[in-house]
Structure formats: structure tokens, C-alpha cells
């Protein structure tokens, strides 16, 4: 089966980045991407994008309006297209069964629905959302149920995506992943859709699976990953206890060549769309099967994520003498990770909430994330607006997020904090003062030269 048109339902972190990487690889192929939100239609087709990734503006504006397009026109595109992904939020359940573990499947289902009464003839159905396993069994019920004239093949085809590295990771990635049925119209949907990447991608990285295998191995990437941070964060609070550095325990068993260095990196705690999710969903599921010793096992991990956040917050106050009411507090960094301005579960989020609750003023500066997304951020913890409107003061610098502050935490990996000026934040700062690196960027002894006394995660 020959591709010439491509449409993608959800326009969000995945769905808009990994089309524009298709339609600028494969100019022959005409791809659309559409979403009922015309607020992120408009954004995508205006100068600035609604999501920042480095390099994404580079391959999107080229082949915005040739064979790559934005649009509210839904069931247009899925009449037209020979293959949709649907790329649509799957967001852990708030009501009902399963309620804080589970994924919620509503997007998915109405999704299915919405391709079956529009689509005609053949279509390849392409699961880009992350989603429980078997979950492409549902699909293709509600399909085959509802569609009059549509015949479909449901594929696995999961993002392996790192926010802030999104462009390199869909122009060279480590591998491809494609789940089918074994049936020899499932392996020729397979060829169809490998045969897209392949217009870039070599061969043996992109790997066929039956789509159980294909849709686990998404979770349990996420949950590896996950438990990697979780398990060197809880050894930087033994790192601080003992006066070992958690840098040079994490460099001596990353040289370790069935460990590596990877993820090794301690920090308030893991953040992004992706870990907390997957795991909740990773617990849920394994509960469900009657496994729950696996269930307890990935909720450990769960567990020690949200301490270390906690810790975070605890080493603060009283740090600061038992009492930040009426303190100023800088925070540097908001979004999850550098070069992103996505904040969800953002480990920032928790603080500065803790802070606030504890009385404190946060002074905000991230270069990429918005006032009104760190107030809507904070609201959905339960803070009110007035609240807010009180207790934080969003800065356009770190140096002005430091004046007069009493301590500063700094909680993503922004590059530019490697290149303040201490000695100039140092003069603007109450004594006595102290930096709180949630991240482990600064380096521990220039710090401590201009007078910091330096209270970093993992480090005495």
C-alpha cells in the first residue's frame, strides 16, 4: 500500500512535532494535523508555536502550507487520509473505577468513534498516544461496529520522545516501534507504515512487534526510566547523611557498562506527562491481573518521587530557621526540564505550592513558562487566585529573582543558570543566605567561594 495522505487527530507534544518531522522527510506525502482546539490550530499556524522544542520551528514553517497542514477540519482529514494516528490525551482517570491509576480512554474512544462514522475504505489506524495494553482490541471493536463503510488495521506505533530533545529524537531516533496483528493485511499495514520512516530511518531500527508487545513496551520504558531517578534520588539522602557525594557514587556506577550513565542524575524528582502516568497506569494494570506484589513494587517508586519533592521542601524551611512566612523565595525554573515550556508535574509546581502554604513570597523567573500557566498550575492544587496574586512575584531574570531574596531554589536545568552571575546575585540577597539546587547545576565550589552556604539535593 502506497501513503500519499496522512492525518493526525491531536495537535499537542506529540502529534504536531512528529508530523512536521514526517511531512518535512516526505515532501510527496500531503500530512494534516487537526484538533478541535481552534486556539492550538491558530497557534500552530501562526509565527510563534504553541510549544517550544529546540529546533521545531526550523522544520515546521518550511512545509507549514505545502504538504503539511493545521486545520479544525476533522472528519475532512480522516475522509481523505490513508493513514490516521490518533494522538490524543490519555490522561489518568479522576472518577469512577480505577480513579488515580487508570488512563482514561475517553479521548481514545470518541476518537474510534468519530473515524468510524466518517472514514470509507481501507485506513490504517496508527495508536500514537501512550495506552494500556490491548487497548488496540477496543479500537478495532468499536471500529468494526460502528463504521458502514470503512475497513480497518489498528497499529502500535508509541512515541519514544524526550521533551526538550524532541527534534533530534524524530530525526535520529533509537528505534521504531510498529505492533500489528500477525494476519497478512496486519503486516502489510506494518510495511506501509515502516516504509514512511524508512524514507530516513535505517531498517534495523525500526522494529515490528504483535501490538500487545508494541503498547506495553511504551509503559514499561517509562517506568524503567522512572525508577532510575527515583533510585538515585533516594541515595542522594543517604549521600547526605553519610557525606558521600551523590555525583561521584552516580559517575562510579554509571561507568558500569550494565548500568550506565543515564538517568543517574538527582533532582527534586521526576516530572512531564509521561512517568507519573504511565507508572499510576503500570499499578493499575498489574492490580487488575491479580499481580500485587508488581502493583506494590512500581508504586514504591511512585512513592519515592513524591517523598523526595517533600524532602525538598522540608530541607528549605528549616534551613531557613523553622519559619519562611514572609520570606522571599527565588525560583529558578518552572518548567519540568530545560528547553521546554511544558510544566506538568513540574516538581516546581509542588514546591512553590509548599512554600506558599507555608506563608512564603516565590519570586519566579523561568525563560519559558508563562504567569498564567504557573497560576493555572497552581490552582489546580487547590490555591486560590488571590492567593497567588499576593504571594508570587514573576521575575524576568534570576538576578531580579534573587534580589532580596532570602534563599534561592533552583529547580530545572536551565543552561543560563550556569552562567549567572553569583557574586551579583550573592550582593542582591539578605544574609544569611543559601542556594538550594534542586538540580545539582551549580557548581558546589564556586559557590561556596562567594559565601553561599550551599544546600544541594545529594550533596552534604
Known amino acids: 500500500m502506497k501513503i500519499s495522505k496522512i492525518c493526525c487527530i491531536g495537535a499537542g507534544y506529540v502529534g504536531g512535532p512528529t508530523m512536521a518531522m514526517i511531512a518535512s522527510k516526505c515532501p510527496d506525502i500531503q500530512v494534516r494535523v487537526v484538533d478541535i482546539n481552534a486556539e492550538r490550530i491558530a497557534a500552530w499556524n501562526s509565527e510563534e508555536l504553541p510549544i517550544f522544542e529546540p529546533g521545531l520551528d526550523e522544520i515546521v514553517k518550511p512545509a507549514r502550507g505545502k504538504n503539511l497542514f493545521f486545520s479544525t477540519e476533522v472528519h475532512e482529514a480522516i475522509e481523505t487520509a490513508d493513514v490516521i494516528f490518533v494522538s490524543v490525551g490519555t490522561p489518568t482517570k479522576t472518577y469512577g473505577m480505577g480513579a488515580g491509576k487508570a488512563a482514561?480512554?475517553?479521548y481514545?474512544?470518541?476518537?474510534?468513534?468519530?473515524i468510524a462514522e466518517v472514514a470509507k475504505g481501507p485506513k490504517i489506524i496508527v495508536e500514537k498516544s501512550t495506552i494500556p495494553v490491548r487497548t488496540a482490541a477496543a479500537m478495532k471493536t468499536i471500529l468494526e461496529a460502528n463504521s458502514k463503510e470503512g475497513t480497518f488495521q489498528v497499529l502500535s506505533n508509541p512515541e519514544f520522545l524526550a521533551e526538550g530533545t524532541a527534534v533530534d529524537d524524530l530525526s535520529d531516533p533509537d528505534r521504531i516501534l510498529i505492533g500489528g496483528d500477525p494476519t497478512e493485511a496486519g503486516q502489510e499495514a506494518v510495511e506501509a507504515l515502516a516504509s514512511v520512516y524508512g524514507r530516513w530511518i535505517p531498517n534495523e531500527r525500526i522494529i515490528r512487534t504483535n501490538l500487545w508487545s508494541s503498547e506495553l513496551s511504551k509503559l514499561v520504558a517509562n517506568a524503567f526510566l522512572a525508577q532510575r531517578i527515583s533510585s538515585i534520588n533516594s541515595i542522594s539522602a543517604l549521600c547526605e547523611k553519610t557525606e558521600a557525594d551523590v555525583d561521584e557514587v552516580a559517575n562510579a556506577i554509571g561507568m558500569d557498562s550494565r548500568i550506565g550513565p543515564k538517568f543517574l542524575k538527582a533532582s527534586v524528582g521526576f516530572g512531564g506527562s509521561c512517568f507519573q502516568k504511565d507508572l499510576l497506569?503500570?499499578?493499575y494494570l498489574s492490580g487488575h491481573f491479580g499481580l500485587p506484589k508488581v502493583a506494590d513494587y512500581w508504586q514504591a517508586v511512585i512513592d519515592m518521587n513524591e517523598w523526595q519533592k517533600?524532602?525538598?521542601?522540608t530541607k528549605i524551611v528549616q534551613t531557613l530557621f523553622n519559619t519562611v512566612r514572609?520570606?522571599?523565595?527565588?525560583?529558578w525554573g518552572f518548567a519540568f526540564k530545560k528547553d521546554t515550556n511544558d510544566t506538568r508535574e513540574s516538581a516546581a509546581i509542588y514546591i512553590c505550592r509548599d512554600l506558599i502554604m507555608e506563608g512564603a513570597n516565590v519570586a519566579i523567573y523561568d525563560p519559558k513558562v508563562s504567569k498564567e500557566q504557573v497560576f493555572i498550575d497552581l490552582e489546580y492544587?487547590?490555591?486560590e487566585r488571590a492567593q497567588l496574586e499576593k504571594q508570587i512575584i514573576m521575575c524576568s531574570s534570576c538576578e531580579e529573582?534573587?534580589?532580596n531574596a532570602h534563599g534561592v531554589a533552583v529547580l530545572t536545568?536551565?543552561?543560563e543558570f550556569r552562567e549567572v552571575n553569583f557574586q551579583k546575585v550573592y550582593d542582591g540577597m539578605f544574609k544569611p543566605s543559601f542556594l538550594f539546587d534542586g538540580r545539582n547545576v551549580i557548581d558546589a565550589v564556586a559557590v561556596r567561594e562567594i559565601g553561599f552556604d550551599f544546600y544541594a539535593i545529594g550533596k552534604g
Request: net charge neutral; charged share 30%; hydrophobic share 45%.
Open 108 to 114: 481514545i474512544e470518541g476518537a474510534a468513534r468519530m
Open 281 to 283: 497506569n503500570l499499578v
Open 104 to 106: 482514561d480512554l475517553c
Open 326 to 331: 514572609g520570606k522571599r523565595i527565588g525560583i
Open 413 to 415: 536545568e536551565w543552561d
Open 401 to 403: 529573582s534573587a534580589k
Open 381 to 383: 492544587l487547590g490555591l
Open 310 to 313: 517533600e524532602r525538598f521542601s
